[in-house]
């Protein structure tokens, strides 16, 4: 494959995805560095493999870092850019640069207000050439709970990471960095030490090419660290000392730099600061209205009445004299101000000063604006207005002034009182979405429905909001205000995508409600939340948490219907479970469930769905799990031979009996007027018709369903009931030969935002149905989005990952890529096939790629056993192909009974585009009639298979072959080879 440039031009946006694919970045990645979606990214990359005429994402990330190599030697560092210039530490900077060469985790140690991150930050922008992966910044500032979770939290969002369902944000920062070579600068780690230790330790050891730069007023005291105190700046050379410079810089950034001739005096002064760089900041922002005079006087009263205080100790005490000092500065109403606006925890604008502060707004806009000139604020202009922000130092001082006045539980009440209303206001509907139905209205693409500036407006008071709950959690008598403040928390992480903390946020909620009934609908949603994030443990603890809630609320009826949904999920969600209660656990809720319901219309129909999904299996549930035993409740018998019949159509008595149930459970949710129980009941229908056989009526009932969801809420129930909806809908459709539907709703489950961080889960089916339709471009292009996000999820297993990765490694196979079929192989292995599933996705692909190399006899040899022998689980998907191939595989085998099994096969297939016309085709090849053989290039055309419609023009011959050969070049496929 040749790696010369293409001629054709690459646009500036295409430009930026091939730097950062050789940045080994995945599409998910480029997105939200990009801010630009994953479908975007998928088809720039597609663009890129076109027009520079590389093979795969690996070519391309080695063409993409040649060109870095040639036009520039490392990108730029992820760094926060300095508003000030940086001032002297030569020696520290040497020094410090030095010992990062040599060790892989360096603390800079010193008091709060001695320069240590702009230090950190000027060493770790001059290593960025020794980390080729990347130099990332980590502020650790607003956290307030020392926990591994949330520093690992902090972490991924400053890696451009997002949650993952199933496992915790420190996984998936050492997943992301496991063989990368990069710079870690976490700053600010002294009052989560507790939660930084841990992860740095479990950094080093899992990510062997990553190193850490940390600030803190403290060692960390782990394994492997080496400290670096961090001095004050120098003070060596008098009037030209680093001190000094310090000085005179910020000084004349006033407008009125001070007289070269004042060095001398002014050396004298930073000397009784200590050289603490804050402190020396804080005294040239005064020196225009002060002077030096007024400066030296100011601190030497102050350093006085610090002189023996209890607070005077060595590490704090030069930073608290400059702040001691320049707040005795402030008249009585700035004092004030200030302590009072310490509360908030990121930026605010005058009106919620106004609100938390209890003073007239017109006071607190001048007042403020009087903070800012002094250097106790930072402004910044926003599109939406000017919003201030005190630096963390200033702000922890600011609280202590709060607590020392007296002022602390009021100020933190009105602080509450305005996170109350914000989250209030954000969590309505308007401001948050529009109807679900927006999503599906079209039956194309998915549409995002969060209204464009929420996103921001949430990140901007979230940590707010989290300090007010953490606060009025441990206030006994504010807990109707703990309780609205976790609800709308609940709901805004979720529709964020913060699943897990959605999850801990409704139990939370759930917990300090004071009606037991509200806490059962909360536990419904926190299990909805639970089964977004893949945990079926968790989801099947909350329903029976709900169930519970709702026996103290009095409603029977409600906690039948929460036990018989816990035992539904235990079947309906299996993969998802790390541990599938046991039958008689299930058997026995169902029992409470009936003896609760009485009459109610909710709980029969939760309890026949139950009964149809644990008693019969409705869902299939796999062999491996705890599924029910043979011959009792009700369950099923292997599929008999008699099922593919001329007509197909005949089931057994325990087959049908599944039907029959969930038809029952789908009549009684309908009558409930509750859309999501139905889809539930619907789910189960559609499961149990595609086990019959009958894969057009599971395919419309899978349609139905997600009719029924058009305009299913945005909550976690029906979101996660949506996603549900898309993947089977997807799988239904690939059953029926509906490549083209298949593809549309498996495009809408990959953009669903809610999977943005799990490409592989996202993308899976849409794997299957482009490699099913030989859409091999969009294989190669998805499949690297998959396999990233896989490692990164620790390598889960899942029959649609394991079917998606069968379906790259076919299309490898057709591009005789051997090495990364052999690739793809190893990954296949490592997803494994889980009982029963042999017969499914595995010989279709390999049959597919079999029948391309013409190894007709070893497809035959796949094909052999008899379509009755198939599990139920793969003959709802994949029945109409394993019939159709055999059909194709004996015509060219020349078998004997050839013309009975195409005759068979056409019964079954009927009404199947795709298999109707591979069952033709072969039909076809029986009667070696190349016109009829040519004639089903259309009919694959229409189907949506331009690799399918090539084969038919192949095996025709003649000038036909000769074009369609050049067609799978043009694909990127290689020849197709006759028999051998």
């Avoid at 992820?78 to 360096?106: H, W, Y």
């Avoid at 230090?119 to 650790?140: K, Q, R």
């Avoid at 009095?554 to 998802?576: M, Q, V």
């Avoid at 229908?685 to 057009?696: D, I, K, N, V, W």
Wanted: with cysteine.
């Amino acid at each position: 494959m040749t790696h010369m440039v293409a001629t054709a031009e690459i646009s500036a946006r295409e430009t930026e995805v091939l730097t950062l694919v050789g940045e080994h970045l995945s599409n998910a990645e480029i997105g939200a560095r990009l801010f630009i979606s994953v479908r975007t990214v998928e088809s720039h990359v597609s663009s890129l493999l076109r027009k520079l005429e590389v093979a795969d994402r690996r070519a391309l990330a080695q063409h993409a870092a040649r060109s870095v190599r040639a036009d520039r030697p490392q990108s730029a560092p992820i760094l926060p850019t300095p508003l000030t210039s940086f001032i002297g530490r030569s020696r520290e900077r040497a020094e410090l640069t030095d010992l990062m060469k040599r060790q892989r985790q360096v603390t800079a140690v010193g008091p709060g207000g001695v320069g240590k991150t702009r230090l950190a930050l000027t060493v770790a922008a001059e290593l960025a050439g020794e980390f080729p992966d990347g130099v990332w910044f980590v502020d650790l500032v607003p956290i307030t709970s020392p926990d591994i979770c949330v520093v690992a939290g902090t972490a991924a969002l400053a890696l451009g990471l997002g949650e993952q369902p199933g496992r915790g944000m420190d996984e998936s920062v050492l997943a992301a960095l496991a063989d990368r070579r990069a710079l870690l600068v976490l700053d600010n780690c002294e009052h989560v030490r507790d939660g930084v230790a841990p992860f740095i330790e479990r950094l080093l050891a899992g990510c062997p090419g990553v190193s850490v730069l940390a600030t803190s007023r403290a060692r960390l005291m782990v394994p492997f660290e080496h400290v670096y105190p961090v001095p004050p700046m120098s003070l060596a050379g008098d009037g030209e000392s680093d001190a000094v410079e310090l000085f005179m810089d910020r000084a004349a950034a006033g407008g009125w730099p001070p007289n070269h001739a004042l060095r001398d005096q002014v050396s004298a002064f930073v000397q009784r600061l200590d050289g603490v760089a804050l402190a020396i900041e804080l005294a040239a922002a005064r020196w225009t209205t002060l002077g030096l005079d007024g400066l030296t006087e100011g601190l030497s009263d102050q350093l006085r009445m610090l002189a023996g205080g209890a607070r005077a100790d060595d590490r704090h005490r030069s930073v608290r004299a400059a702040l001691d000092w320049s707040h005795a500065l402030l008249g009585p109403e700035d004092r004030a101000l200030l302590r009072r606006i310490s509360v908030f925890m990121k930026s605010f604008t005058v009106a919620a000063a106004a609100q938390v502060t209890d003073y007239e707004k017109g006071f607190v806009a001048t007042g403020l604006a009087r903070l800012v000139e002094q250097s106790l604020l930072v402004v910044t202009a926003t599109p939406t207005g000017t919003e201030y922000r005190a630096l963390e130092t200033i702000r922890q001082y600011g609280l202590e002034q709060l607590t020392e006045a007296g002022e602390l539980d009021d100020t933190r009440s009105r602080h509450l009182a305005w996170c109350v209303a914000e989250a209030a206001a954000l969590a309505r509907p308007d401001n948050r979405s529009r109807p679900a139905g927006a999503e599906l209205a079209s039956f194309g693409s998915y549409r995002p429905v969060a209204v464009a500036d929420w996103r921001p407006q949430f990140d901007a008071v979230a940590d707010d909001l989290r300090v007010a709950l953490a606060w009025v959690c441990d206030q006994p008598g504010r807990r109707a205000d703990a309780y609205h403040l976790a609800r709308h928390f609940a709901d805004l992480t979720f529709t964020r995508h913060l699943t897990g903390e959605s999850q801990w946020r409704y139990e939370q909620a759930a917990a300090l409600a004071e009606d037991p009934a509200e806490s059962a609908a909360l536990l419904r949603q926190a299990a909805a939340a639970a089964g977004c994030q893949l945990s079926g443990d968790n989801m099947y603890r909350l329903h029976r948490a709900a169930a519970d809630a709702a026996q103290r609320a009095g409603d029977p009826a409600a906690a039948a219907a929460d036990l018989a949904t816990a035992a539904t999920s235990a079947y309906r969600f299996w993969s998802t479970f790390e541990r599938i209660p046991v039958r008689e656990e299930l058997f026995g809720l169902i029992a409470e469930a009936r003896a609760l319901a009485g009459d109610n219309a909710t709980a029969r129909a939760a309890i026949a769905l139950a009964e149809a999904g644990v008693l019969a299996n409705a869902f299939g549930a796999s062999d491996a799990s705890s599924g029910p035993s043979e011959g009792s409740y009700g369950t099923l018998n292997r599929m008999s031979s008699n099922e593919f019949g001329v007509a197909g159509s005949a089931v057994g008595p325990d087959v049908a009996d599944v039907v029959v149930r969930a038809e029952r459970a789908v009549e009684l949710a309908h009558h409930t007027g509750d859309r999501l129980a139905e889809s539930a009941a619907l789910d189960a229908l559609s499961g149990a018709q595609g086990r019959t056989g009958a894969a057009f009526a599971a395919a419309a009932t899978a349609r139905r369903r997600i009719t029924l969801l058009a305009s299913a809420p945005t909550t976690p129930d029906g979101t996660h009931e949506l996603i549900e909806a898309l993947g089977q809908v997807t799988e239904a459709g690939l059953g029926a030969g509906d490549l083209r539907g298949a593809r549309r709703w498996a495009r809408q489950l990959a953009d669903h935002p809610m999977l943005a961080e799990v490409g592989h889960r996202a993308t899976s089916r849409l794997l299957i149905a482009d490699a099913l339709a030989g859409n091999v471009t969009d294989v190669l292009t998805r499949s690297v989005r998959f396999l990233e996000a896989w490692q990164r999820d620790g390598t889960p297993t899942g029959p649609d990952l394991a079917a998606a990765a069968a379906g790259v490694q076919m299309i490898h196979g057709l591009r005789a890529d051997h090495t990364a079929r052999d690739e793809w192989h190893e990954v296949l292995d490592r997803l494994g096939t889980p009982p029963g599933h042999c017969n499914g996705y595995r010989v279709i692909f390999e049959t597919l790629h079999l029948l391309h190399h013409g190894r007709t006899d070893e497809a035959y040899d796949q094909l052999l056993p008899d379509p009755a022998d198939l599990w139920q689980g793969a003959a709802s998907i994949w029945l109409h192909w394993y019939v159709a191939l055999r059909a194709e595989t004996f015509a060219l085998e020349r078998v004997p009974d050839a013309a009975d099994r195409v005759s068979e096969a056409k019964a079954v297939v009927n009404g199947n585009p795709y298999a109707v016309a591979m069952v033709n085709r072969a039909e076809a090849l029986l009667a070696h009639d190349p016109n009829r053989i040519l004639a089903t290039a259309a009919a694959f055309d229409a189907a949506g298979s331009r690799y399918q419609s090539a084969r038919s023009r192949i095996l025709a011959g003649g000038d036909h072959a000769t074009h369609a050969t050049s067609d799978l070049a043009e694909l990127g496929l290689s020849p197709m080879l006759s028999r051998r």
